[in-house]
Nanobody
């Protein structure tokens, strides 16, 4: 089993920045690619960003491309999501996820482990 814990969420004004962290523990050797997803009130969970095990390959949802950056530190079992130029539509609970697949995955059902989420609220 892999345990994921997100941190770094909070309240920020539009145009501001936040940095999310995801700490992994347990059977981390079963993890490969990692991803961030988000879910806004009344909406379905959506893909935000994903990164391969090596960190060489990253994917982003179109609306966050150029504003968000995903990275990882395998030695520390950490994954990060730096978010800049935040907008009210970025308001959501952000979830970290881990998959057994080597390549980054877009679909939530391809991920095996999930964190509890961290709230990000962007005020206008």
């Amino acid at each position: 089993q892999v345990h994921l814990v997100e941190s770094g969420g909070g309240l920020v004004q539009a145009g501001g920045s936040l940095s999310l962290s995801c700490a992994a523990s347990g059977r981390t050797f079963t993890m490969n690619a990692m991803g961030w997803f988000r879910q806004a009130p009344g909406k379905e969970r959506e893909f935000v960003a994903a990164i391969s095990y090596t960190g060489h390959t990253t994917y982003y949802e179109d609306s966050v491309q150029g504003r968000f950056t995903i990275s990882r530190d395998n030695a520390k079992n950490m994954v990060y999501l730096q978010m800049h130029s935040l907008q009210p539509e970025d308001t959501a609970v952000y979830y970290c996820a881990a998959t057994r697949f080597v390549a980054p995955q877009f679909r939530g059902d391809e991920y095996d482990y999930w964190g509890q989420g961290t709230q990000v609220t962007v005020s206008s």
